[in-house]
T-cell receptor, first 112, second 112 residues
């Protein structure tokens, strides 16, 4: 079946460090891929998305490239800030009606 | 902008009690969703709706019911609360056409 696998957290970084959060997927077709972010006590917010192979989604300094050959959608940021501390979810949409399948989430903690 | 509003924010129930989690959106979105988020897990889809009068099961529908009498409202009903339903519940909405989902802030439900 369709599924999303993310690297386990927590990921702990110092401010201005480089961030990578790995995400791979299994899908029977050609999904759209998303990264959502959840700040403490809040609902999820869309961070970025990509709808086809080789697309790059970007927002707020975060980037992810849809790699069909490796079925991956890794999230990267060149220089993290304390305000980036949150839980990050990778998700895929396949089969219509915008239904999402989520990974387990990766908690990021950034220290000054 | 209100977006997606969920009530209540917190609730404690006794085993066997029933309750309704409320969700309303003011963006005129056709699609609405209910998810549950268990600790260390991603979100799991409970039910979804593609328009007023139309609902369908998601991945984990057992123990829940929904209705969609208006575009704005999508309540989730627990008839006989069980400890396994202790979770954080999120409602979301989306416009058709691969648009992102917009989430409420969640309802934290404990069943004792």
């Amino acid at each position: 079946g369709n599924s999303v696998t993310q690297m386990e957290g927590p990921v702990t970084l110092s401010e201005e460090a480089f961030l990578t959060i790995n995400c791979t997927y299994t899908a029977t077709g050609y999904p759209s891929l998303f990264w959502y972010v959840q700040y403490p006590g809040e609902g999820l917010q869309l961070l970025l998305k990509a709808t086809k192979a080789d697309d790059k989604g970007s927002n707020k300094g975060f980037e992810a490239t849809y790699r069909k050959e490796t079925t991956s959608f890794h999230l990267e940021k060149g220089s993290v800030q304390v305000s980036d501390s949150a839980v990050y979810f990778c998700a895929l949409e396949l089969g219509g009606y915008n239904k999402l399948i989520f990974g387990a989430g990766t908690r990021l903690a950034v220290h000054p | 902008n209100a977006g997606v509003t969920q009530t209540p924010k917190f609730r404690i129930l006794k085993i066997g009690q029933s309750m309704t989690l409320q969700c309303t959106q003011d963006m005129n979105h056709n699609y609405m969703y209910w998810y549950r988020q268990d600790p260390g897990m991603g979100l799991k889809l409970i039910y979804y709706s593609v328009g007023a009068g139309i609902t369908d099961k998601g991945e984990v529908p057992n123990g829940y019911n929904v209705s969609r009498s208006t575009t704005e409202d999508f309540p989730l009903r627990l008839e006989l609360a069980a400890p396994s339903q202790t979770s954080v519940y999120f409602c979301a909405s989306a416009a058709p056409g691969n648009q992102p989902q917009h989430f409420g802030d969640g309802t934290r439900l404990s069943i004792l």
